[in-house]
């Protein structure tokens, strides 16, 4: 459910910061167009899995984004459902598609590694 509630300047000041790293900013993009699992971010980024995941955790605290639980592993969405989300999607609806990213890693047979 997508409230068009207007954001307090705290909230704002909040989301714009979490969004201001370039890892999250690209994440949220990716995960606005698809589910991703933690170990395709740590392939797509070239970082450990430890800092992957504490990107997603402060993105998922905030209410950006969802997880959802497949037997181990865990994938992440952007979350309709956030109060926050018609500003995110204000945010980065001009932004380049990152889909490139996904099909490098299904030609290195990395996309959903962890199936």
Same mark, same amino acid.
């Not at 201001?20 to 971010?41: N, P, Q, S, W, Y």
């Given at each position: 459910?997508?409230?068009?509630?207007?954001?307090?300047?705290?909230?704002?000041?909040?989301?714009?910061?979490?969004?201001?790293?370039?890892?999250?900013?690209?994440?949220?993009?990716?995960?606005?167009?698809?589910?991703?699992?933690?170990?395709? *971010?740590?392939?797509?980024?070239?970082?450990?899995? =430890?800092?992957?995941?504490?990107? %997603?955790?402060? /993105?998922?605290?905030? !209410?950006?984004?969802?997880?959802?639980?497949?037997?181990?592993?865990?994938?992440?969405?952007?979350?309709?459902?956030?109060?926050?989300?018609? *500003?995110?999607?204000?945010?980065?609806?001009?932004? =380049?598609?990152?889909?490139?990213? %996904?099909?490098? /890693?299904?030609?290195? !047979?990395?996309?959903?590694?962890?199936?």
């Amino acid at each position: 459910m997508q409230t068009n509630e207007a954001l307090d300047l705290e909230t704002t000041a909040n989301i714009l910061k979490l969004l201001g790293d370039k890892t999250r900013l690209t994440m949220v993009k990716i995960m606005a167009e698809h589910e991703c699992c933690v170990c395709e *971010f740590v392939a797509l980024f070239e970082m450990r899995q =430890p800092a992957i995941s504490q990107h %997603l955790r402060k /993105l998922k605290d905030s !209410g950006i984004v969802n997880e959802a639980r497949r037997g181990q592993w865990i994938f992440y969405s952007l979350n309709p459902s956030s109060s926050h989300y018609s *500003f995110t999607q204000t945010v980065i609806k001009e932004l =380049p598609s990152q889909n490139f990213k %996904l099909e490098e /890693l299904t030609a290195q !047979g990395k996309r959903i590694c962890c199936d």
